[in-house]
Structure formats: structure tokens, C-alpha cells
């Protein structure tokens, strides 16, 4: 559970953490320095919200009956993961344009309040919401698997999140080049696989709760065949079942939940993924216009392309 709750942290903390370094960065580019305090005083409050919320779902739920608990759980797990999805999907679309949009806010809220109190809001929504869905995804893992190791799930949780905020603050100073592309896309992958086992485990939740039928109708059953404590692959099952809900006995419900969940959103990301790449790699190296074959020269070919199209430079030719 610890790697598990590491990776997650990790992912989404960095987010969090780019966001406040483009927040921090505009201000000391723009010698706005003196908004700095109000900056950090938005980040305060933005962090209250995820605390807030793990405490509510933590402990509030312990005076409900375990059908209440059940339903609470299982439809918190879902909502989680339409949420990541999203989230997924949103930054993998706008992780370009993250910075320039970001900016663009931070302008607008400095010229609209010159005082500079516009940032307070724009921290708390810019970082409440990473924190927000860190919070929610991250429970949900905990949740499944905090009753085998209370100290690794903790320590998961704080060393991910120390491990962004340092990978921040490096991206930050500019020390050191890190492939931001590939590390949400590899992450990407793996966070819905991670969701595709809280939507099954939150399947099973509503089963318990009566809500959903089928609680006793099973896939498969290989829990006799599991092997003891002392032999590798049960660890290994361990660790599948603390990242992935592994699950050796998971009911239709949950198998067809899984099935349907995975297949879909992992053939959409990988469009999304490498189509984009395969498009910046067709408009850097294909020419606009094909070279003329009457004149017999490549080089005379870019003018005409050039002409057609003004905005588009003309493109680069071997000799």
C-alpha cells in the first residue's frame, strides 16, 4: 500500500505543486512580489479543503449503520472516479496550456484589485481543486486497505506528496529538465487502472448495502487456491490488491464494471495520448504543399506554399 499510495500522491501532488509555481513564478516575473503573502494565504486555505474532506469521510461515517456506511462509500468510490477520469483527460488536454491560462487569471485578478486579494480566490480554485480530487481519490485507495497497514498507507500518502513538492520546486528553479508529457501520460495509464479497481471495490460496496443484486453470484473463486503468507506470489497478490483492487473472488457485477470502465477509457486516452503526438510529428516534418513536379525543385516549392498560406512558414529543404 505504500508504493500505491505513493505513485498517487506523487501524481497529484505534483500538480498542485506546478500550479503554485506558476502562480509564484508570475509574481516574481512581473515584480509583484508584495502579493507573495496573499499567494501563500490562498494555498493555506486551499489546503484546509482536503483535510476537510478526509476528516469528514474518515470519521463521519462512524456513527451510520454499516448499510449507510456501505452506500456512502460505494457512491463516494464512483463519484471519485468519474472525477479522476475527468481530471485525466482535462490535463492531458491542457497541460500545454496550463501556464498561459494561468497567467491570463493571475493578470486579470491583479488588474481588477490592484491590492492584489483577487489571488486569494484564484489559489484556493486553481489549488483547492487538485486537493479536492487528491483528497477523494486517495481515501478511496485507503479506504480498501488501511486495515492492513495503517503506518504504510501514512507513509505512502506524506512521502508522495514530499516527493512532489521537491520535483516542484527543481521544475521550478529550472535545474533539471523533467518530460512532464511522460510522466502524466505513464501515470495517466496507471491511475486508471487504479480507478478501474476503486469503481469495481465501490460496485461491491452497493452489493453489500443491498443496492445493487448479485452479491453472492460470482466470476470466479480462487481464494482456496491462494497460496500461504510465507510464499512470494501472496505477497505479490498483496500488492496487487492494495494498488489495483485485485480481487480473487469479484462478483459478474463488479467483473462486467471493470470491463466496461477499462476497455473505453483506455482506448480514448491513448487516442488522446498518441494521436496529439502523431499530429506534432506531422506538422513539424510534412510539408504544406508537395514540392512542384514541373519546375523540378524543392526549393522553389516553398514560395508557392508560402503564398497560399501566409501564416504558414515555409518549410525546410535538404539540400
Do not use: C
Request: proline share 5%; hydrophobic share 50%.
Amino acid at each position: 500500500m505504500f508504493l500505491a499510495n505513493l505513485l498517487i500522491a506523487l501524481r497529484e501532488g505534483l500538480e498542485a505543486t506546478l500550479v503554485i509555481g506558476i502562480l509564484v513564478g508570475y509574481l516574481v516575473k512581473t515584480d509583484r512580489r508584495d502579493v507573495l503573502p496573499k499567494l501563500w494565504l490562498g494555498v493555506g486555505v486551499a489546503a484546509l479543503i482536503p483535510l476537510s474532506i478526509g476528516a469528514v469521510l474518515t470519521w463521519g461515517p462512524k456513527t451510520l449503520t454499516f448499510q449507510a456506511q456501505e452506500i456512502i462509500g460505494g457512491s463516494l468510490s464512483i463519484v471519485t472516479v468519474v472525477l479522476v477520469t475527468g481530471m485525466i483527460f482535462w490535463m492531458g488536454k491542457h497541460s500545454r496550456q496550463l501556464k498561459g491560462e494561468l497567467e491570463s487569471s493571475m493578470a486579470a485578478s491583479l488588474t481588477r484589485r490592484s491590492s492584489g486579494w483577487g489571488i486569494v480566490g484564484l489559489a484556493v480554485l486553481a489549488v483547492g481543486r487538485e486537493g479536492a480530487e487528491t483528497a477523494l481519490f486517495i481515501w478511496a485507495t485507503v479506504r480498501s486497505s488501511v486495515e492492513n497497514s495503517v503506518l504504510a498507507t501514512t507513509a505512502g500518502v506524506i512521502a508522495g506528496l514530499v516527493l512532489a513538492v521537491v520535483l516542484g520546486w527543481i521544475i521550478y528553479r529550472g535545474s533539471r529538465r523533467i518530460n512532464m508529457k511522460l510522466f502524466f501520460s505513464v501515470t495517466g495509464y496507471f491511475l486508471i487502472l487504479v480507478a478501474a479497481g476503486i469503481f469495481a471495490y465501490g460496485i461491491g460496496d452497493l452489493q453489500e448495502a443491498g443496492v445493487l443484486p448479485g452479491i453472492m453470484t460470482h466470476s470466479w473463486d480462487f481464494s482456496s487456491s491462494l497460496p500461504g503468507p510465507g510464499s512470494p506470489i501472496y505477497w505479490l497478490y498483496v500488492l496487487g490488491q492494495a494498488i489495483f483492487q485485485v480481487n480473487v473472488q469479484p462478483t459478474v457485477l463488479q467483473t462486467i464494471g471493470w470491463v466496461v470502465y477499462t476497455v473505453p477509457v483506455i482506448i480514448l486516452f491513448a487516442r488522446q495520448v498518441h494521436g496529439r503526438t502523431r499530429a506534432t510529428s506531422n506538422g513539424s516534418t510534412t510539408p504544406a504543399t508537395p514540392p512542384n513536379a514541373n519546375n523540378g525543385s524543392h526549393a522553389e516549392a516553398a514560395p508557392t506554399s508560402a503564398t497560399a498560406r501566409p501564416d504558414t512558414p515555409a518549410p525546410t529543404v535538404d539540400p
